[in-house]
Structures are given as C-alpha cells and as structure tokens.
C-alpha cells in the first residue's frame, strides 16, 4: 500500500478527525473509502448503463402504444 500526503486545512481536519470518532473509524480509512467510492464504478451502475445502450441500439417500435392493464395480466 502507498501513502500520500495531502494539504488541506486545519479546521478540516479537526472536523473531518472528529467525525471519524464519532464513526468508530479513522481519518485514513474515511479518505480510503471516500476515494474507492469515487473512482470504482458499482455493478448496478455498470448495468444501467448497459440497458441505456441497449436501448439506444435497438429503439421501441411502440411509439404510440399504450398498455392496459387487460393486456399486462394476460402475459
């Protein structure tokens, strides 16, 4: 694992420091997750993603249909 330095402001710091105490973690592992949670993309985001490009590659052809509710219990 590498370290880092940052520079950020005092007054951050105590308060970011006091959170992490009231949170029963620390003010590294708060950065660590901050960032993994920033730079990592989630699975459910990944497939939303798909299905908007899915659904862009192969357009409706039920423009002006509209279900009712017959026909969805019929299914």
């Known amino acids: ?7 950020i402001e005092d007054d ?5 420091r006091s959170y ?7 003010l ?3 950065v660590r997750d901050f ?8 699975t459910d985001e ?4 798909r299905l908007f490009e899915l659904a862009d590659k192969y357009p409706s ?3 002006n249909y509209k279900f009712c509710r017959e026909e969805i ?3």
């Open 46 to 49: 990944k497939g939303i993603e």
């Open 35 to 42: 960032l993994k949670q920033k730079v990592t993309v989630s």
């Open 12 to 16: 951050i710091i105590a308060l970011a």
């Open 61 to 63: 052809q039920l423009e």
């Open 28 to 30: 590294n592992q708060l």
């Open 20 to 26: 992490a105490q009231q949170h029963h973690t620390t």
């Open 1 to 7: 694992m590498k370290n880092i330095t940052l520079s």
């Open 73 to 75: 219990y019929d299914l």
